[in-house]
C-alpha cells in the first residue's frame, strides 16, 4: 500500500512538491517563532543569572523586565545595607544599576550603569578579555565618593575636564564582533563621547557597561539615584525568607524578587507575545494542512476509476483509508523535512543580518514538528480517504 501512494504522489510531482513545501513553510513558521522566543528569553535570563547576587530590588510600579530610569533615591540604598539580624547585617553588598539606552551593534541597547569597583559581581566566572575594567573611570569615582565639586553647568568649560576620565565604556564579545568595535573606539552616549576600553566574555548581564556615577552625573546632575539593586546575602541566609524580610521592610516602595525566578517572571510577562506566536504558527499550519486536504480530495476525484477498480479487486474501504493516509503522511513528512532545512535556513540567516538575536532550537522542537507533521497529515486525509472509501464500484467503473 505505501509503494501505491508513492506511485501516486510521485504521477504528480508538482502538485505534491507544492504541498510539501506549504507545510513546510508553516513547519519553519513554527519553528522560527518558537526559537526565537524561547532563544532570546533565556539567553536573557542566563545573562541575569550569571550577576553574583540573590535578590533583585526594584520599583513596586515596574515589570522587573521592562524597569527603567531612576527612581531610588540613596536612603533605599542605605536601608539595604544596614537591614541586619542577630548575626549582622543581612546584605555583604548592595549591587545599585542606573539604566541608560545606547545605540551599538545596529539596534537599541541596554546600558548598565555599575560602580567599576563592584563590576567582580557581575563578572562572577566570567573574564576580561582585552582592555581593562574602566581603567580611568575608578579614579573618577573615588573623587566622587571624595566629595568632588561639579561645574555648575555642563556647557561650563571645566566640565569636559572633570568628567573625562569617567566616560568609558565595555561591552561584551558578541557586541564587538558585530560593531567590529575596538579598544579606543568612540560612542556617542546623550551628549558626551565614551570611549570603549574593555571587553569581556559573552553572557554578563549586560552587553555595554557604563561607570555608575558617570551616568549619575550626565543624567541627575550627580544625584545618588539608582534603577534598581541586585543584593548579595550573607551565606547561610535564606533567600526566599530574606526577600520577604526585605519586602516587609519597604512595605509598599519596592518589589523584592528572587533572582532564581527571574525566569520566570521573564515568561510571565512574555506570555501573551509566546502565545500570539503560537496562535500565528497555528494558523499557518492549518492553512497548509487545508491545503493537503484540498490536494487529497482533488486526487479522489481524479482517480475515480482506480478506486473502483481497487475496490473490485478486493481493497477494503479500511485500506482506502489507508492509503489516503499513506500518502498523506508521506506529503507532510517530506513538509517537515522542508520545514527542518528551511528553519535552520532562516536561523543562518538571521546570524548575519541580526546577529544579536538568538534563535534556539531545542530537541524538543523537532519531535513537536514530526509530531505536527503526523497529526495534520492524518486528519488532512480523513474525509479524502472517507470519501473514496463510499465509492460505489460500479458507479466508479463507469467513470471516463
Excluded at 512538491?17 to 522560527?32: D, H, K, N, Q, T
Excluded at 526559537?35 to 545573562?47: F, K
Excluded at 507532510?332 to 538571521?350: D, E, F, K, T
Aim: charged residues 15%; glycine residues 8%.
Amino acid at each position: 500500500m505505501l509503494a501505491l501512494a508513492w506511485a501516486n504522489l510521485t504521477h504528480h510531482k508538482l502538485r505534491t512538491a507544492l504541498s510539501a513545501l506549504a507545510v513546510g513553510i508553516g513547519i519553519m513558521l513554527m519553528l522560527v517563532s518558537r526559537g526565537l522566543a524561547d532563544g532570546s528569553l533565556a539567553e536573557v535570563n542566563q545573562r541575569m543569572q550569571s550577576v553574583n547576587a540573590e535578590l533583585v530590588i526594584l520599583p513596586a510600579q515596574d515589570n522587573i523586565i521592562f524597569t527603567n530610569g531612576a527612581p531610588f533615591r540613596a536612603s533605599h540604598e542605605r536601608r539595604l545595607q544596614t537591614l541586619s539580624d542577630a548575626h549582622g547585617p543581612l546584605a555583604t553588598a548592595v549591587i545599585p544599576v542606573f539604566f541608560g539606552q545606547v545605540q551599538m551593534g545596529g539596534q537599541q541597547q541596554r546600558l548598565f550603569g555599575v560602580d567599576p569597583a563592584q563590576m567582580p559581581l557581575f563578572l562572577a566566572s566570567y573574564r576580561v578579555v582585552a582592555g581593562e575594567l574602566f581603567d580611568r573611570a575608578s579614579a573618577f569615582a573615588d573623587r566622587v565618593r571624595a566629595g568632588a565639586t561639579a561645574p555648575a553647568s555642563m556647557s561650563d568649560p571645566a566640565y569636559a575636564a572633570y568628567i573625562a576620565d569617567g566616560l568609558e565604556l565595555v561591552i561584551d564579545e558578541r557586541l564587538q564582533r558585530v560593531g567590529n568595535y575596538q579598544l579606543g573606539d568612540q560612542v556617542q552616549i546623550m551628549g558626551q563621547v565614551f570611549r570603549i576600553v574593555g571587553i569581556i566574555e559573552t553572557g554578563v548581564a549586560g552587553r555595554v557597561f557604563a561607570p555608575l556615577q558617570t551616568l549619575r552625573e550626565i543624567v541627575v546632575a550627580g544625584e545618588p539615584t539608582a534603577s534598581m539593586y541586585f543584593v548579595k546575602l550573607r551565606p547561610g541566609l535564606d533567600a526566599a525568607a530574606t526577600a520577604d524580610r526585605f519586602q516587609s521592610e519597604f512595605a509598599a516602595d519596592v518589589r523584592v524578587e528572587l533572582k532564581s525566578e527571574y525566569g520566570h517572571l521573564l515568561r510571565a510577562s512574555f506570555a501573551s507575545v509566546s502565545l500570539y506566536l503560537n496562535a500565528s504558527s497555528g494558523v499557518a499550519l492549518a492553512a497548509c494542512f487545508l491545503f493537503i486536504l484540498l490536494t487529497m480530495y482533488t486526487m479522489v476525484i481524479e482517480r475515480t476509476r482506480e478506486i473502483g477498480i481497487l475496490k473490485s479487486l478486493g481493497v477494503t474501504r479500511l485500506g482506502l483509508v489507508r492509503l489516503s493516509v499513506h500518502e498523506a503522511l508521506l506529503i507532510s513528512l517530506g513538509g517537515v523535512a522542508i520545514g527542518l532545512a528551511l528553519a535552520y535556513g532562516v536561523r543562518a540567516l538571521l546570524a548575519v543580518i541580526k546577529p544579536l538575536l538568538t534563535v534556539d532550537f531545542g530537541g524538543d522542537d523537532w519531535l513537536i514538528a514530526v509530531l505536527v507533521g503526523v497529526a495534520g497529515g492524518t486528519l488532512s486525509a480523513l474525509y479524502p480517504g472517507y470519501r473514496a472509501a463510499r465509492l460505489d464500484p460500479a458507479v466508479a467503473l463507469s467513470r471516463e
